[in-house]
């Protein structure tokens, strides 16, 4: 009777999935817009302020953009964090950081804002996160957000975005 003899060859694909911190740097990719009366716009990256200020009860909208990513077009995003620190000014507290919705700059090649228009006219993700957990926390708290995996996948979707 033939022998027969079968060969089964198993091959294990690994996939590695990069990861990267990028830092906020003190420059004009970085800054915030109080935005009750008369609206007081602050370019620098001290601190990414969110909420309501207590003493003016102003509200208070900040961006970051973050340069030299290299992410392909239309690569996965398997998660993605901001991750930072409490800090506040005023002994007691002085920042309240309710309801805090963070959205995406839908732009193939984002520019930071130079003035309140300009902030104003960023065109939105439709993909956004709620914030919620920010408020009364001791200084020096170290703070994650809720994963904004698909605003980023939001962005690097679009026809037009290049990675880095």
Same mark, same amino acid.
């Given at each position: 009777?033939?022998?027969?003899?079968?060969?089964?060859?198993?091959?294990?694909? #690994?996939?590695?999935? @990069?990861?990267?911190?990028?830092?906020? /740097?003190?420059?004009? $990719?970085?800054?915030?817009?109080?935005?009750? *009366?008369?609206? %007081?716009?602050?370019? $620098?990256? #001290?601190?990414?302020? #969110?909420?309501?200020?207590?003493?003016?009860?102003?509200?208070?909208?900040?961006?970051?953009?973050?340069?030299?990513?290299? #992410?392909?077009?239309?690569? =996965?995003?398997?998660?993605?964090? %901001?991750?930072?620190?409490?800090?506040?000014?005023?002994? *007691?507290?002085? &920042?309240?950081?309710?309801?805090?919705? %963070?959205?995406?700059?839908?732009? +193939?090649?984002?520019?930071? @804002? &130079?003035? =309140?228009?300009?902030?104003?006219?960023?065109?939105?993700?439709?993909?956004?996160?709620?914030? $919620?957990?920010?408020?009364?926390?001791?200084?020096?708290?170290?703070?994650?957000?809720? +994963? &904004?995996?698909? &605003?980023?996948?939001?962005? /690097?979707?679009?026809?037009?975005?290049?990675?880095?």
């Amino acid at each position: 009777m033939p022998t027969s003899v079968r060969s089964l060859a198993l091959a294990r694909t #690994v996939t590695t999935f @990069p990861t990267f911190t990028k830092l906020v /740097v003190a420059s004009a $990719d970085d800054g915030r817009l109080f935005t009750n *009366g008369a609206p %007081l716009f602050v370019v $620098d990256s #001290v601190a990414v302020i #969110v909420g309501t200020e207590d003493l003016t009860g102003q509200n208070i909208a900040s961006w970051l953009r973050f340069t030299g990513v290299a #992410v392909p077009r239309r690569a =996965t995003i398997r998660s993605a964090k %901001l991750n930072g620190q409490i800090w506040q000014e005023r002994a *007691g507290g002085g &920042i309240s950081g309710h309801r805090t919705l %963070l959205y995406g700059n839908n732009a +193939d090649d984002a520019v930071a @804002p &130079i003035n =309140t228009n300009g902030f104003n006219n960023l065109d939105r993700t439709d993909s956004s996160v709620a914030w $919620d957990a920010l408020s009364e926390l001791a200084n020096d708290t170290p703070i994650e957000s809720p +994963d &904004i995996s698909a &605003i980023i996948q939001e962005i /690097v979707n679009r026809g037009g975005w290049k990675s880095g």
